[in-house]
């Protein structure tokens, strides 16, 4: 038998075996050499996903193509292994292939790919190697999320048609060289509002699927407000029963059970994305207060609220009944949430002022400490007393706030979600269907062109925690409402979180985000055409096909 030849555009003539080679042995020897020499090279650069990497080292004469007959060996540890289904169960659809999962001590591509898990790797806690040669792909880090964010980028790598929900013929070319990254800040989220308008399951799930896709790591669920409350609390069973009844313009409402919620967590962590809860305090509780009047300031039931108006509500902070229903609220809640974040929100609470709204927050800080979570809120907590490790999250506009930054000087750290860069539920333009307009018009550009380290004044880099994208859901009322508002600007905000602020670059991030169209077109996925990116004119989707493919050299 013939060796096979390392692909590539260099390969060199296949070596024929001892002893005189029949006519069959030399005419597929002549066949492959001649197809590995013909064989175009992989249809992206290795730099061009989203979000940037760290540092593209490309070898134009190492590309792969994914042979049918691939294996995927991980490192035999759970988390390794977890990662190598994931990617199995990604790239199985599209190609037809097999794809099996095996484990080894050392594993090695052997014209496969192999998932190594190293807690030597000098990588960082979500930082990986992406190696891609002749002999196959390599995908190195010190934890199973940093060998989850190297398969992301993996995927972005092979082409468009990767997405295809069943087989299409494509030769599944990777580019040669060394990827290696690791994210500028440690959390790099976005928000969806399931208050406003309910959202079922499903919908969350498909949202979880698109952070993951480019490597964000916390989903904050807006999950109570005047509109509606959208997780069952066994203390307070009217909670959902009667105020989660209700949603913006009167439609039915909704909301998750514990087992709802436990399995939107799940789907997260197996994605290495932790769900940040939000039970917003003191405002924004008008579904609370007619579920259970005994929380009003005059101890009588509001009628139910559909607008989308802010600022009327408050339970009662002079009441001790108050405070036993956050106990009780947030400890179910925090028992249902492995991470270490509970989100208390504290905005737009107009009629509770001064000493009164303080000391509520810094009562209610010291609850969810109890429960030994991590407090984060919007940043008008600021004023109250700090608490160790509190996290404020920033929803300003121009940049100045000597109460937060004070506040920062005190020891707090920021999350930064600028109302008029970050806010996904704002218009692109005066023409978008949905949305707002209240921080300004956001185009991908102006979701691009900021810094999160530098963006709010007196806050130093060191102390920003991360960047958060919320979609608030006043007017957004499906998954494809939710899909149009998110992309293309999510990847934006990604890339600031992740990408150091070196590879900042207009022009060449619209062109990266560009070849993301036809990936959400293959995989039926809404967005919103924006005119500033030159999406392909017309993406070219292969031909489905019945059996998988065999012959992935051949052009």
């Known amino acids: 038998m013939s060796t096979t030849p390392s692909p590539g555009p260099t390969a060199v003539p296949v070596p024929l075996p001892a002893g005189e080679p029949d006519a069959a042995t030399l005419a597929q020897a002549?066949?492959?050499?001649?197809?590995?020499?013909?064989?175009?090279?992989?249809?992206?650069?290795?730099?061009?996903?989203?979000?940037?990497?760290?540092?593209?080292?490309?070898?134009?004469?190492a590309d792969w193509v994914l042979p049918a007959e691939a294996v995927i060996v991980?490192?035999?540890h759970p988390a390794a292994l977890a990662v190598a289904e994931q990617l199995a169960q990604l790239l199985r659809p599209a190609t037809g292939y097999p794809l099996p999962v095996t484990d080894a001590t050392t594993p090695q591509p052997a014209g496969g790919v192999a998932l190594v898990l190293d807690d030597t790797a000098d990588l960082g806690a979500e930082g990986y190697r992406l190696d891609i040669a002749t002999d196959g792909v390599r995908v190195t880090a010190a934890t199973g999320a940093g060998l989850f964010?190297?398969?992301?980028?993996?995927?972005?790598?092979?082409?468009?048609?990767?997405?295809?929900?069943?087989?299409?013929?494509?030769?599944?070319?990777?580019?040669?060289?060394?990827?290696?990254?690791?994210?500028?800040?440690?959390?790099?989220?976005?928000?969806?509002?399931?208050?406003?308008?309910?959202?079922?399951?499903?919908?969350?799930?498909?949202?979880?699927?698109?952070?993951?896709?480019?490597k964000l790591n916390h989903l904050h669920l807006h999950l109570t407000d005047d509109q509606g409350w959208r997780i069952a609390v066994d203390s307070w069973p009217k909670l959902t029963t009667i105020g989660g009844t209700t949603e913006v313009g009167g439609g039915p409402g909704g909301h998750y059970t514990k087992a709802d919620y436990a399995r939107i967590v799940s789907y997260a962590a197996a994605r290495h994305i932790t769900v940040v809860p939000e039970i917003d305090l003191p405002g924004h509780t008008n579904s609370a207060l007619v579920a259970y009047p005994e929380l009003a300031p005059d101890k009588v039931a509001p009628p139910p609220y559909t607008g989308t108006e802010v600022g009327f509500s408050y339970v009662d902070p002079a009441d001790e009944r108050t405070y036993d229903f956050v106990t009780d609220v947030l400890g179910e809640v925090a028992a249902l949430t492995p991470g270490p974040w509970l989100h208390i929100g504290g905005d737009e609470a107009f009629k509770v002022k001064g000493e009164v709204y303080t000391g509520f927050v810094e009562r209610?800080?010291?609850?969810?400490?109890?429960?030994?979570?991590?407090?984060?809120?919007?940043?008008?907590?600021?004023?109250?007393?700090?608490?160790?490790?509190?996290?404020?999250?920033?929803?300003?506009?121009?940049?100045?706030?000597?109460?937060?930054?004070?506040?920062?000087?005190?020891?707090?750290?920021?999350?930064?979600?600028?109302?008029?860069?970050?806010?996904?539920?704002?218009?692109?333009?005066?023409?978008?269907?949905?949305?707002?307009?209240?921080?300004?018009?956001?185009?991908?550009?102006?979701?691009?062109?900021?810094?999160?380290?530098?963006?709010?004044?007196?806050?130093?880099?060191?102390?920003?925690?991360?960047?958060?994208?919320?979609?608030?859901?006043?007017?957004?009322?499906?998954?494809?409402?939710?899909?149009?508002?998110?992309?293309?600007?999510?990847?934006?905000?990604?890339?600031?979180?992740?990408?150091?602020?070196?590879?900042?670059?207009?022009?060449?991030?619209?062109?990266?985000?560009?070849?993301?169209?036809?990936?959400?077109?293959?995989?039926?996925?809404?967005?919103?055409?924006?005119?500033?990116?030159?999406?392909?004119?017309?993406?070219?989707?292969?031909?489905?096909?019945?059996?998988?493919?065999?012959?992935?050299?051949?052009?």
Not at 30 to 53: F, I, Y
């Open 30 to 61: 002549a066949e492959r050499a001649a197809s590995e020499l013909l064989a175009p090279s992989a249809p992206h650069r290795l730099a061009d996903v989203v979000p940037a990497p760290q540092q593209a080292q490309p070898d134009p004469t």
């Open 74 to 76: 991980a490192t035999a």
């Open 149 to 214: 964010y190297g398969a992301q980028t993996l995927r972005q790598l092979l082409p468009a048609a990767i997405e295809s929900p069943a087989p299409v013929t494509e030769r599944w070319a990777l580019p040669g060289g060394t990827i290696t990254d690791a994210p500028r800040f440690p959390y790099r989220g976005a928000m969806l509002d399931v208050a406003r308008h309910f959202f079922a399951v499903e919908d969350v799930l498909r949202v979880v699927d698109h952070l993951a896709r480019y």
């Open 364 to 555: 209610v800080q010291r609850i969810v400490a109890d429960l030994g979570k991590t407090v984060v809120g919007w940043h008008q907590l600021a004023p109250a007393a700090h608490l160790d490790g509190r996290v404020l999250q920033w929803w300003g506009t121009n940049g100045e706030d000597r109460t937060t930054a004070d506040a920062v000087r005190r020891g707090a750290r920021l999350i930064v979600s600028p109302g008029n860069h970050a806010y996904l539920d704002m218009k692109y333009a005066p023409d978008t269907p949905i949305g707002h307009d209240w921080a300004g018009l956001i185009d991908v550009r102006k979701a691009y062109d900021w810094d999160p380290g530098t963006h709010v004044a007196g806050v130093p880099a060191e102390a920003v925690l991360g960047v958060e994208a919320p979609l608030w859901t006043e007017s957004v009322t499906s998954l494809a409402d939710i899909e149009l508002l998110l992309l293309p600007r999510l990847p934006a905000i990604a890339e600031l979180g992740w990408s150091p602020r070196a590879t900042h670059d207009w022009a060449g991030f619209r062109d990266r985000l560009a070849s993301q169209g036809p990936r959400w077109t293959t995989a039926g996925i809404t967005f919103h055409r924006a005119p500033e990116i030159p999406w392909p004119t017309a993406p070219a989707i292969p031909a489905q096909r019945s059996a998988p493919q065999t012959d992935t050299a051949t052009p």
